[in-house]
Structures are given as structure tokens and as C-alpha cells.
């Protein structure tokens, strides 16, 4: 395993679970050396990518970092294994619901649009819904779920747009090879071993940590943002279950197929402490989408989820209890 044990994600090193199976280089997926260190010991038939730089917000300030690791990076790894001559069996990368940016949308006529990156004008005029054209007051109605078989790729953050050039570079890499494939792509993952300190990465996380300093909640946009939230378990057997199909190529949303507001999300937190209502304010974060949530249809054949949101909450809560105590 290579990770770089970035501390947006690892933010204390003492309380990283690791296993003495996994023989870990500590280190950027960048760096060829630790490519040529870890490949002149292994070769293996089975790789699975999850390293990324995942900050939507941050991504459009960090731009070097998110191409750099997500784009760059990828490309090392794969130089890495052809120089290798290790070309593996099966190969996973975990790309985003951020590949779809805002997404398709129905308009005030009913007809299905694919929506267009919302206009920072328009945001600071808590214009929320994006539009569906350059017309500045094309505004569209109500959002539809992702489905990678129907929605197009359009991503609006430069996150987004590094997960699509990923998606696009394995493709081709894994025909030329005779890989087989699977591509995931998750709408909001949440659970016990989420870092519970870094707000970009985890509204969910930000919204408990405010609630046990009995801090009020704000919740941003009129508190009509919609999410996807899927648990880590069930993201992990979705990512098993994804190696296993003998298909050359497997693309799958990995969600519950449930749209729940931000509101609906920060009442349930606050309901859990007893303390008082969120407060409902008109900020927003920029490179931010309004509506992301899968449909079921875009599932992977045989997969679904078996955690709902009621029963997760509780654990990610304790897990974040714990990890301040």
C-alpha cells in the first residue's frame, strides 16, 4: 500500500488503525521511487486506487495539488507498471459523483437539461438552482438522480474535471492491456474512519463536531442543498463485488439512492445533542453543487446498499466521540 498519510485526512497519525498485514510506503503516488521500491517486491494482479486529492472547494485554489496528485500521479503509477512489466488482472479506481457536476435537471416545461456551472453572481443573489443554458436567468426546476448510463459528464470543479480525465485515462490504458476495469463513482461516503476535523472533506463530520461544542448549526445555500450519503461498508463491499465481474469494463454509481437536504441532515444532528434548531443562513461555498444523488438504476448488478442513514449516524457519531475522548 502507498499512502502519503496526508494530514487532511490523517490529522493524528496516533490514532491510525493500520494492519501488520499490509506492508505500507509511506510516501506520494507521484514519486516514481516509491513505485520502483514497491514493484521491485510485488507484482500485483489486483490493484485498487483510491488515492486522490478530493476537496471540491479547495480544488480551485490547489489546482497544482489536485492535478498533480489525481492526474499526474495516476500517470506515474502507470508508467510505473509498464516499466515494471506488471501488468495487473483487475484494476479499481474510485472516481466521483463530481464527474456529473450539477447534473441533469428538468426545466419549467418538464424537458430534461444537462445543467450549467452555477454563475458566482448568481450565488451571491441566492439564485440557487443552476440554469440550463448562458441565459442569466434560465433557471431550472427540479434536479434528476445521476445515472452513469444517461447522465453526461460535466464536471464544474476542477475535482471533478481531474476524476473524469482519470476515468478517460484508464479506459484507454486497461483496452490497451487487456485489463479488466471497474469504475465506481461515490456520492457522499461517510463512516467511522472519515476524518472528523477537515470541513471540506465531511459536511457530516463538521456537523458533529458543532453540535458537541453546542455550537448552532449553520446550514449554507436556504438549507436546500441535496446529498447522497452511502457508508463506508457498503462502499467496500461495492468495490469487492466490482473486482469480481468478469466484464472488461464495469462503471457504477455507488450511493443510496435516497436525496436528503442538508437541513434534513443537520436536524437529525441536533436532534441527537438536544440542542437547538440549525439556523438556516444564504452563504455558499463556491465550486460547491446544489442537488447529487444516484439513482438505483446506475447501481452495480447484485449491489445495494444495507446501511441506511438512521443506522450509520449513530456509528459515525460515536466514532467521532471517540476520537476526540
Known amino acids: 500500500m502507498i499512502d502519503n498519510l496526508l494530514k487532511q485526512v490523517h490529522p493524528i497519525l496516533s490514532k491510525l488503525q493500520t494492519s501488520p498485514k499490509i506492508d505500507t510506503y509511506v510516501g506520494s503516488i507521484s514519486d516514481p521511487k516509491i513505485w520502483d521500491a514497491l514493484l521491485s517486491k510485488y507484482h500485483p494482479q489486483v490493484l485498487i486506487h483510491l488515492a486522490a486529492e478530493t476537496s471540491t472547494g479547495l480544488s480551485s485554489i490547489e489546482i497544482d495539488t489536485h492535478t498533480g496528485t489525481n492526474v499526474h500521479g495516476m500517470a506515474v503509477m502507470l508508467s510505473a507498471l509498464i516499466r515494471h512489466d506488471t501488468i495487473p488482472q483487475k484494476f479499481f479506481i ?11 435537471w428538468r426545466d419549467s416545461h418538464g424537458v430534461l437539461v444537462s445543467a450549467c456551472a452555477r454563475r458566482l453572481a448568481n450565488l451571491s443573489a441566492q439564485k440557487w438552482n443552476p440554469s440550463g443554458s ?64 477537515n470541513s471540506y472533506t465531511g459536511i457530516l463530520g463538521l456537523f458533529v463536531r458543532q453540535a458537541m461544542q453546542k455550537n448552532k448549526l449553520e446550514v449554507y445555500e436556504g438549507g436546500g442543498i441535496i446529498r447522497d450519503f452511502v457508508f463506508i461498508s457498503d462502499v467496500v463491499t461495492a468495490i469487492i463485488e466490482s473486482l469480481a465481474k468478469p466484464e472488461p469494463l464495469t462503471i457504477a454509481d455507488v450511493g443510496s439512492a435516497r436525496s436528503l437536504t442538508l437541513l434534513e441532515i443537520a436536524r437529525m444532528v441536533t436532534e441527537h445533542y438536544k440542542i437547538p434548531e440549525p439556523q438556516i443562513v444564504d452563504k455558499y461555498r463556491v465550486g460547491d453543487v446544489r442537488a447529487a444523488y444516484c439513482a438505483e438504476a446506475g447501481w452495480l448488478p447484485g449491489w445495494r446498499p444495507a446501511i441506511p442513514f438512521e443506522e450509520g449516524l449513530p456509528l459515525t457519531i460515536d466514532y467521532i466521540e471517540n476520537f476526540f475522548a
Not at 474510485?94 to 441533469?104: I, K, L, P, Q, T
Request: glycine share 6%.
Open 94 to 104: 474510485s472516481s466521483s459523483r463530481a464527474v456529473y457536476g450539477e447534473g441533469s
Open 134 to 197: 448562458d441565459a442569466i436567468d434560465d433557471y431550472l426546476n427540479s434536479p434528476e438522480p445521476h445515472n452513469w448510463q444517461d447522465t453526461p459528464k460535466k464536471p464544474t470543479s476542477v475535482y471533478g474535471l481531474t476524476k473524469a480525465f482519470q476515468e478517460d485515462l484508464a479506459i484507454l490504458w486497461a483496452e490497451a492491456h487487456s485489463v479488466s476495469l471497474s469504475i465506481l463513482r461515490f456520492q457522499n461516503v461517510y463512516g467511522p474512519g472519515q476524518t472528523p476535523t
